[in-house]
């Protein structure tokens, strides 16, 4: 009977091949924890995704004022006023109008007059957006003899209208911090609406700018994560500042806001850590199960290893 040459295989190197598989596991593991830990103690920064597409802006801000003098014998009337109002889009980020109104030196009825400022600045990028606003201002005077009367009122404003699109579903994440006088909330107005793109009424989805803990104590500088769908969306601003003053006393006015809204997904859409938060760090436990579970490995890896020639004496 004829006899076959079959060429004979190369020997397999069983323990080579389990030292390198314990190696890439080893490797793998390693990874997994190194790359862990590395964001363990990061805290990551919200990051654009490219959701978010800025369209049509219009601000304004505005500053008038007025002051009078009026009385004496014979009878005098002295006033002087001042109104100013800026418009502008996305640029100049910064949107700026100020007052100094004085009534004139060289008469003898009194002294006084108004001073303020409206100011905004807007930043915005392919991830959020970010708002700064100011409206402040005060009146103040004094007259010469107590048949002289003084007036003084002053105003300011500051006004924001923005609409954007984002382009897909993503939680975003809203930061406000604020500053108005004594019950006078309505100073500042915040709202955030949802356009209808079937031509429908808008849909509020934010529009609270303080909110309370758990003792109802009211809280200005406070965070919230916003799930917003994709589609349009209109965000409106307001601040106002209203001062008085007669001679004797007088009111000052002054509101200060900030907000910002901003995506916190990372790129390709992996959400990434609150900023200001910590990723959690791996318990001991884990830890434990970690090393039990390379254990395993090497014990199964040194058995393939040792039954290796027995299996291959039971084939030949």
Known sequence: MPQLNV??????????????????????????????????????????????????????????GQASLFGGDPFQSVEVSYARTLSGDLHPAELR?????????????GWGGVDGQARQWLDTDAGGLSFNGLAD??????????????????RSQVQLVHRFDLLDSRPMQLRMDSTVGQWRDDDYRFALRYIDPKGGPAHTVWQDTVVYDDDWRPLRDFSQVLELKAGGYELEVSLNAASWSNGNWQTAGRTLASFSLQSIWRDGGVRASMPGVLSPVPEPTALWLV?????????????????????QAARC
């Open 7 to 64: 060429p004979a295989s190369a020997p397999v190197d069983h323990k080579a091949t389990a030292i390198r598989s314990h190696v890439s596991a080893l490797a793998l593991v390693f990874c997994a924890s190194l790359s862990h830990h590395a964001l363990a103690g990061v805290t990551a920064q919200p990051l654009a995704g490219g959701g978010l597409v800025h369209w049509e802006t219009a601000r304004t801000v505005s500053i008038s």
């Open 137 to 154: 201002v005060f009146a103040s005077g004094g007259t010469s003899d107590w048949g002289v009367s003084f007036e003084g009122q002053g």
């Open 97 to 109: 109008a100020g007052m100094a109104l004085r009534l004139p030196e060289d008469q003898p009825l």
């Open 291 to 311: 090393g039990a579970g390379l254990l395993v490995l090497a014990m199964r890896g040194r058995q393939r290893t040792t039954s290796a020639p027995d299996a």
